[in-house]
């Protein structure tokens, strides 16, 4: 079992910059892949990025492509830094975790298994 547990969301102004960190803890969390998924009001939980346990590939949505950096401090911890921040940026950003890249990547979100609890993050105009 994989327990996730996200911080770092907020308002920011359109421009604007937030870092989302998740931890995970848990005794098979060793080689896991981890992902960030977002979560607007009306709307579908959507792919954001995802990064390898070794840290070597590295995937996003073309959304966030160019803005977004994620990275791995170490085995336990993802991080998100978001730049350039937007108003459609605005949602619940949720941590993920699976065995491989290749499941965060190509599968839809209610397929998978270990998620934090969501941070906020809100961009205003």
């Known amino acids: 079992q994989v327990q996730l547990v996200e911080s770092g969301g907020g308002l920011v102004q359109a421009g604007g910059s937030l870092r989302l960190s998740c931890v995970a803890s848990?005794?098979?969390?060793?080689?896991?892949?981890m992902g960030w998924f977002r979560q607007a009001p009306g709307k579908d939980r959507e792919f954001v990025a995802a990064i390898s346990w070794s840290g070597d590939t590295i995937r996003y949505a073309d959304s966030v492509k160019g803005r977004f950096t994620i990275s791995r401090d170490n085995a336990n911890t993802v991080n998100l830094q978001m730049n350039d921040l937007k108003v459609e940026d605005t949602a619940v950003y949720y941590c993920?975790?699976?065995?491989?890249?290749?499941?965060?990547?190509?599968?839809?979100?209610?397929?998978?298994?270990?998620w934090g609890q969501g941070t906020q993050v809100t961009v205003s105009s």
């Open positions: 848990g005794r098979t969390f060793m080689s896991y892949a």
């Open positions: 993920n975790a699976e065995k491989s890249i290749i499941i965060i990547v190509h599968n839809k979100w209610t397929s998978l298994t270990n």
